[in-house]
């Protein structure tokens, strides 16, 4: 069997890290997993049957009537499959991010995806992006990268985001949510968000995408010769 390469992106929320790995993979001919959407997902699920994302007998009791199928379209768009039913805009709000930090943390979930996570990298080449992909997930991938930026940054990043689509939005309520988001994913005791060891830091407070981009294309060819 051939080998596969896997480069794990990890950093905070609105740090870019979906974006960025989405343009790498297709530059690439990887395959994009956004974890954040499978982990947004469960919170989705459990959003729906009025179970609390802290409410961990809830959460355990109910994990097993979820199935989650990730698929691709012809742009290499990923989709997250729930029960049957395509839920990627549905899990795309604030408040569903913020329950899927909460429910991230219960030891349950992230069994029940950690098998999913490994099993398309063990098959596939991909990039992956999240909070513990270099530290828990995939301990061993080929490169790691520490995706950041200023809180400030990525808090007007996300309300202009919003605003081009048409969305209401308030700057400093997206960066007390954003700074929250921080400490709960960084505070969490199971998997909490931090840089591995062997990751190689990119702040993009003052990079564009272009930038960023090619910062990390670099890594990446010096680690794997691509």
Known sequence: MAKTYSIAIDGPAGAGKSTIARRLAKELGYYYVDTGAIYRTVAYFMDLLGISPKDVDGVERYIDELTIEIEYDEDGVQHM???GMDVSGDIRTQDISQKASLVSAHA???????DMQRAVARKHN???DGRDIGTVVLPNADVKIFLT????????????ELIAKGQKANLPTILKEIQQRDYQDSHREIAPLKQAKDAV???TSALDIEGVVTAIRDIVGKKIGL
């Open 81 to 83: 499959i729930m029960n």
């Open 108 to 114: 349950v979930v992230r069994e029940v995806l950690l």
């Open 126 to 128: 991909v990039i992956m």
């Open 149 to 160: 930026a200023d809180p400030e940054v990525r808090a007007k990043r996300r309300y202009d």
């Open 201 to 203: 830091k990119v702040d």
